[in-house]
């Protein structure tokens, strides 16, 4: 029973466990045995004394199979059976005297109490079993009086609240976002996560509030310009909130960070076509407009794509040692510099906070403009120093990393098909035939006349080159470059063959064209770091492969030269593509069996 004055069982239940004392270990595993098998289950010690918010850190968090506290221990139902074996297994050694660990074995844990042995016991027979950190929360099981004391004083010198709090907040920000966001969205977080609000309804409505601002931004005026951008701001405090919601009340999802993840996406895009409307609306020309719209998606789109291709590389790499690598770490021991290089890098809070003062006070043009560069100011940063990374590391890459690489790369039929042919290995040679493949079609479709069937040739050259680049496992030092080269090579032959066709309503059309397609690549990069594995191969023979994807659109402006035929040949296959790998895409996350996930997220 627990000690007097104990507040464990009030605890336990307020975290929403059904409570039961056992007096030893075998009437426990009798009690867990008539617990539903689809319920999570806990031991907890009854002495034990600490924070409610330890204990929900402990014993709440879904993203584990099993974790424990000093006196304490849960399993998700999947590690019910491995539970139970454990208990036996303890029970076993104890009644002989023997260590947990085994025969001859070190009792490495610290943890004496039953839980802490049957920890232990799961550990060494394969179940991982995750330790949270609790910084200055306190969790203990006390043996004396004097114990007791000095746990009940700890427990009360320290804001169990203030502390849940605290760690409601990334980790790891930007400064906007650090120093004007996060310091009164936590308390938002906690309003919602007091009234039973999801952090999967602060995301919708963080989308729905992008949408209404993206729909102010179409009116052109400037009237409309200032609501979309301050709607645009509080759809970024929602943002913020949703993250915060699940780290404060541990609602994590894998359903939850894919929706995160892609409404970001949505939403910003969304705000561009609304700028792009808006600005037709003011009177003048508006296809240069969207061609900038179009130009700022590309160019964060490759971003991203420069971002999770070096992480995939390099994330498990062995022997994963760089000069430029150790100067980063000490710069960020330094203060200033840390945020000097978040805000280079123009994360999302600043991005979205210029994008939103400068639509308030200035034009869509200029709102693009500032995008642009900024955008292609951070790239060349973070580009050049994952270069610099990759030339002076020693690492030897992993099959995994090859294989993500591969999958991120995109390849379609027509590129697996020269893939049988293999290139020379070692050295740059993949990167190099991207790049050469990459340079020559969008350089073709850049100055060579609409209706050329230039650009088809070079769209041959490319998925030829293409092909070869991936024919091997792509573990070079540079090999994460391919899957950029790649990105880039796509969407921008699609922007420079609609943006110089003349057509009208050709490059709000490539606009959506390029959407889809982007939604597939993201939806690739969450799924491969969400550890459920690329998209099925099906899928991405039906949506063509990037370089199937840009053959046809060569060929559409090789053979489509009439006003409208090739805006309508554009936007027929952006509404294939984005049916497809929409559809594709709900289907699996709604039924994903993934672990749950709370990804702290990159800042850009």
């Given at each position: 029973m627990p000690v007097p004055g104990s507040s464990i069982g009030d605890d336990l239940r307020?975290?929403?466990?059904?409570?039961?004392?056992?007096?030893?270990?075998?009437?426990?595993?009798?009690?867990?045995g008539a617990v539903p098998a689809s319920h999570r289950v806990a031991l907890v010690d009854p002495r034990f004394v600490g924070h409610v918010h330890a204990l929900r850190l402990g014993l709440t968090d879904p993203r584990f199979a099993a974790a424990a506290l000093p006196g304490a221990l849960t399993v998700q139902p999947a590690s019910r059976a491995a539970l139970l074996h454990a208990m036996d297994r303890t029970a076993a050694a104890v009644g002989a005297g023997r260590p947990v660990a085994g025969d001859g074995g070190p009792d490495r844990t610290e943890d004496r109490t039953v839980p802490g042995r049957i920890a232990l016991a799961l550990e060494t027979e394969g179940t991982a079993v995750q330790r949270p950190e609790l910084g200055s929360l306190t969790a203990t099981v006390p043996t004396t009086d004097e114990e007791l004391a000095a746990a009940r004083a700890a427990?009360?010198?320290?804001?169990?609240?203030?502390?849940?709090?605290?760690?409601?907040?990334?980790?790891?920000?930007?400064?906007?976002?650090?120093?004007?966001?996060?310091?009164?969205?936590?308390?938002?977080?906690?309003?919602?996560?007091?009234?039973?609000?999801?952090?999967?309804?602060?995301?919708?409505?963080?989308?729905?509030?992008?949408?209404?601002?993206?729909?102010?931004?179409?009116?052109?005026?400037?009237?409309?310009?200032?609501?979309?951008?301050?709607l645009l701001l509080f759809s970024f405090v929602l943002d913020c909130t949703d993250g915060q919601l699940a780290r404060y009340s541990l609602q994590?999802?894998?359903?939850?960070?894919?929706?995160?993840?892609?409404?970001?996406?949505?939403?910003?895009?969304a705000y561009y076509a609304g700028l792009a409307i808006g600005a037709s609306h003011m009177g003048g020309g508006s296809d240069d407009v969207w061609a900038l719209a179009l130009g700022a998606m590309v160019l964060q789109a490759?971003?991203?794509?420069?971002?999770?291709?070096?992480?995939?590389?390099n994330h498990d790499a062995v022997s994963n040692t760089s000069p430029t690598a150790a100067l980063s770490d000490?710069?960020?021991?330094?203060?200033?510099?840390?945020?000097?290089?978040?805000?280079?890098?123009l994360p999302i809070g600043e991005r979205w906070a210029m994008i939103a003062v400068l639509t308030a006070v200035t034009t869509p043009r200029i709102v693009f403009y500032a995008l642009l560069v900024g955008c292609s100011l951070a790239a060349c940063y973070t580009t050049a120093g994952r270069l610099l990374r990759s030339l002076t590391r020693t690492a030897r890459r992993t099959d995994r990393a090859a294989r993500a690489l591969a999958d991120l790369a995109d390849s379609g039929p027509l590129a697996r098909a020269v893939a049988v042919v293999r290139r020379p290995g070692g050295g740059f040679t993949a990167p190099l035939l991207a790049l050469v493949g990459s340079g020559l079609v969008i350089a073709t479709a850049l100055v060579t006349p609409f209706g050329s069937w230039w650009p088809v040739v070079a769209a041959g050259v490319y998925t030829l080159f293409a092909g070869l680049a991936v024919s091997r496992p792509l573990k070079?030092?540079?090999?994460?470059?391919?899957?950029?080269?790649?990105?880039?090579?796509?969407?921008?032959?699609?922007?420079?063959?609609?943006?110089?066709?003349?057509v009208p309503h050709a490059v709000p059309a490539a606009f959506g064209l390029v959407a889809a397609v982007a939604y597939h690549h993201y939806d690739t990069v969450y799924r491969i770091r969400?550890?459920?594995?690329?998209?099925?191969?099906?899928?991405?023979?039906?949506?063509?492969?990037?370089?199937?994807?840009?053959?046809?659109?060569?060929?559409?402006?090789?053979?489509?030269?009439?006003?409208?035929?090739?805006?309508?040949?554009l936007t027929a296959l952006a509404a294939a593509v984005a049916l497809v790998v929409t559809v594709e895409s709900i289907r699996f996350w709604v039924s994903s069996s993934a672990p749950a996930v709370h990804d702290e997220g990159e800042l850009a």
């Open positions: 307020a975290l929403g466990f059904d409570v039961r004392t056992a007096a030893d270990a075998g009437e426990a595993a009798a009690l867990l427990v009360a010198a320290v804001d169990d609240e203030a502390v849940r709090l605290r760690s409601a907040v990334k980790a790891h920000d930007g400064f906007f976002t650090t120093h004007f966001i996060s310091p009164y969205s936590r308390y938002i977080a906690r309003w919602c996560a007091r009234r039973g609000l999801t952090p999967n309804q602060v995301t919708t409505a963080s989308l729905i509030t992008a949408l209404v601002a993206a729909g102010c931004a179409a009116t052109g005026t400037r009237a409309g310009f200032v609501a979309a951008g301050l994590y999802s894998t359903m939850g960070a894919w929706l995160d993840a892609t409404f970001d996406r949505a939403k910003e895009y490759c971003r991203h794509v420069v971002d999770f291709s070096f992480n995939e590389a000490r710069l960020d021991s330094v203060g200033w510099t840390v945020w000097l290089r978040r805000m280079i890098v070079g030092a540079l090999d994460w470059l391919v899957p950029p080269f790649f990105r880039a090579a796509e969407y921008c032959t699609v922007l420079a063959l609609a943006a110089r066709s003349g969400g550890g459920t594995g690329a998209p099925p191969q099906w899928l991405v023979r039906t949506v063509l492969g990037h370089e199937g994807r840009t053959l046809v659109v060569a060929l559409f402006a090789a053979v489509l030269t009439t006003r409208s035929s090739f805006t309508t040949a």
